[in-house]
């Protein structure tokens, strides 16, 4: 049955027709684009595997708000909820923490598919798409904030085996669901103070990595990322990994590129990065995020900087080689609430660079006439935008802005408020 849209949503459309914007078209690209919703701000970045061990590798999670998931039933069953008021079909990003073990103690550089296959069957049973993380942090062997650049090979061979694996895991993952996965690869390593050597640490870095990736596997299957970072708690005056180091080791290797919208300067413009970053680099896999001062991981909103990443992406035509993907974890708010709304959020900024009249202001620039290209963007920005946004809802069977907060209330005082 053809859906019959709303006359608000005609009215929009005209007025986008106007100035050159086929808003059907924007709506299908906006539904064709999955985003890989990232499963550790369910649970405040616990995982499964012990849980005496706290969370390290400068990361902190604040707020204590009531209903964490407390094992991966319960956080597949908040997953669920938070996908069910999302428009369109994504991805799971699993961190390797989330292993199911069932009871044993398996070492990480052990793992294999077997511990990854319940994730990978409910992905399959909900339509998701899946992608992976090896855990360079909470445990034993990473206490002092140094693993594939530690100073000790016996402790770098066993992050080593580690990330073998997850690589292993993933492209299983991905032959079984009929996708490709990203592996992304980052890493706590740093000083709190200044280092007396930041060579030595890079150098075996690059020599972990390499052995890592030696082993061809697929590109269809997996696809390989790496991950900078500006600091870190307890890596305030140097980071092994950082931009430029990873920036390098991308365009030697033809590796994926992991941007992260708060592992920059607050001054940065991460935008900006984008068309520099593929002018050399095969794919960007983009950790959509949001930075606050030195705190990186807040959760996204409609905000000037996402709009900006946005943007950059869908003018500049790379929509066919960037992945995207949200980053963050707050618990001083309703968990699944916090997924929504930074899904949501990642896709009205998608949505609005998609509904952008680019190729006017493109001919605007090209002929010179910068009166017409600004007058032309500040006109852009009070188009019916939201509108279009509701009738994407509409389509895709999910809640409008105004009414999906009432479901997860009513799921906290059926589900979340039951647990202790």
Request: charged residues 25%; aromatic residues 10%; proline residues 4%.
């Amino acid at each position: 049955m053809k859906l019959i849209a709303q006359p608000a949503y005609e009215i929009s459309r005209e007025a986008y027709q106007q100035v050159g914007v086929d808003t059907e078209a924007a709506l299908r690209v906006v539904t064709s684009t999955p985003i890989s919703l990232h499963c550790w701000q369910g649970d405040d970045v616990r995982g499964f595997e012990d849980t005496s061990c706290s969370l390290t590798g400068g990361l902190a999670v604040t707020g204590n708000y009531p209903g964490v998931a407390r094992n991966a039933d319960e956080l597949r069953g908040d997953l669920e909820k938070a996908f069910s008021l999302i428009p369109g079909r994504h991805r799971l990003n699993l961190h390797a923490m989330y292993a199911e073990l069932s009871g044993r103690v398996v070492e990480r550089s052990d793992y294999t598919f077997e511990h990854f296959e319940f994730w990978v069957d409910w992905c399959a049973r909900n339509g998701l798409g899946f992608d992976f993380n090896p855990t360079f942090f909470s445990h034993r062997l990473a206490a002092d904030s140094f693993t594939l650049s530690h100073r000790d090979r016996h402790v770098r061979d066993y992050w080593i085996a580690h990330g073998i694996a997850c690589r292993k895991i993933a492209a299983e993952a991905a032959r079984r669901l009929n996708t490709h996965a990203v592996t992304n690869f980052w890493i706590p390593d740093g000083y709190k103070d200044h280092p007396a050597d930041r060579r030595s640490p890079r150098e075996r870095l690059s020599e972990s990595l390499d052995t890592i990736f030696a082993q061809p596997l697929d590109s269809e299957l997996n696809e390989d990322s790496v991950e900078s970072k500006l600091f870190g708690l307890g890596s305030e005056s140097y980071v092994v990994g950082s931009h430029e180091f990873y920036l390098g080791y991308a365009v030697s290797r033809r590796k994926t590129y992991c941007l992260d919208s708060g592992h920059f300067h607050p001054s940065e413009s991460i935008s900006d990065k984008v068309s520099a970053l593929l002018t050399f680099l095969p794919s960007l896999f983009f950790h959509v995020s949001r930075g606050v001062r030195w705190d990186s991981d807040h959760v996204v909103v409609l905000d000037d900087a996402t709009r900006a990443v946005m943007e950059e992406i869908v003018v500049g035509g790379y929509l066919n080689r960037v992945h995207l993907g949200l980053d963050f974890f707050d618990a001083s708010i309703n968990r699944i609430a916090a997924w929504v709304i930074g899904m949501r959020s990642a896709q009205k900024a998608l949505l609005q660079a998609l509904l952008l009249p680019s190729d006017r202001l493109r001919a605007a620039e090209e002929s010179g006439d910068f009166t017409e290209r600004l007058a032309m963007q500040e006109y852009a920005k009070t188009l019916p935008f939201g509108a279009v946004w509701e009738e994407h809802c509409r389509r895709q069977n999910v809640p409008s802005d105004r009414d999906w907060p009432g479901e997860v209330r009513a799921y906290e005082r059926r589900v979340l408020s039951r647990r202790a």
